[in-house]
């Protein structure tokens, strides 16, 4: 069973940063972390959550929400399979509770699966708030 544990959350103030950090867990060697695509979505109070960046395990290709692009990076790790999102220029709209998950890409494609988050695995989530 994949097992994905989220930290690096916090407070921080507009136009500051914050690095999320994903530890991911339980691949086998049939279906090892190369396998999947991995992702961080957000879920804000009285929104839907949305896709944030998602990640190939396999060769790296990335793709961000509009929201995302020149403010944020998604990176990967093989070799302690983790998962990192450098969030700079931060707003008060990125305040959310922000989620890493993982697929296996058997219905969907890795810019699919983060304009659609139906995933395979769900972290527990790690808050972040943009305030003042």
């Known amino acids: 069973q994949v097992q994905l544990v989220e930290s690096g959350g916090g407070l921080v103030q507009p136009g500051g940063s914050l690095r999320l950090s994903c530890a991911a867990s339980?691949?086998?060697?049939?279906?090892?972390?190369?396998?999947?695509?991995i992702g961080w979505f957000r879920q804000a109070p009285g929104k839907e959550r949305e896709g944030v960046s998602c990640i190939s395990g396999s060769d790296g290709s990335t793709f961000y929400r509009n929201f995302a692009k020149g403010r944020f990076t998604i990176s990967k790790d093989n070799a302690t399979n983790t998962v990192y999102l450098q969030m700079n220029s931060l707003e008060p709209e990125d305040t959310a509770i922000y989620y890493c998950a993982a697929d296996r890409l058997t219905f969907t494609t890795v810019q699919n699966m983060c304009v659609v988050p139906l995933v395979d695995y769900w972290g527990q989530g790690t808050q972040v708030t943009v305030s003042s």
């Open positions: 339980g691949f086998t060697l049939d279906f090892p972390l190369e396998n999947y695509g």
